[in-house]
């Protein structure tokens, strides 16, 4: 695939897309319901882990794990990943709390993942993503 070849980052965005795909398989299996959208906060696998991860891998194939760039993906990452067990999870927490509290406007709860969810992502996005370089090599 000389497409992948010459644009590896293609490779992080296949990997957002089908994230998301299996994310709405994952939650119509559970709830049996299918009208999730597409790009919509939590779930499983967490697609921006899946996206981060991918990218830092395309990132160290391309230049290098000891590149300037592959340390600043690096860090990104680990902001998204903390981010979406921490941060967003607190606030999806505190929007559940203040539902209960109020009834004028309901807020959405599901903003981050479990710690399972994110690792799903990671796990996710490098594997498709080395399935990627693999093809397009």
Known sequence: MQILRTYLFLIPLVVLLLSEIVKMLVDQRRTGEWHAPLFRPGGMPSSH?????????????????????????????????YD???????LGEQAAILNRLQQWKHL????????????????????????GIWVSA
């Open 49 to 81: 882990s899946a996206f981060v991860t991918s990218l830092l891998i395309v990132v160290g194939r391309k230049l290098g794990v000891e590149s300037t760039e592959f340390a600043i993906s690096f860090v990104f990452a680990a902001i998204v990943w």
């Open 108 to 131: 959405k709860e599901r903003l981050g993942h479990s710690f399972i969810e994110v690792v799903a992502g990671i796990a996710f996005g490098a594997v498709v993503t080395m399935v």
């Open 84 to 90: 979406a067990m921490s941060a967003r999870r607190e």
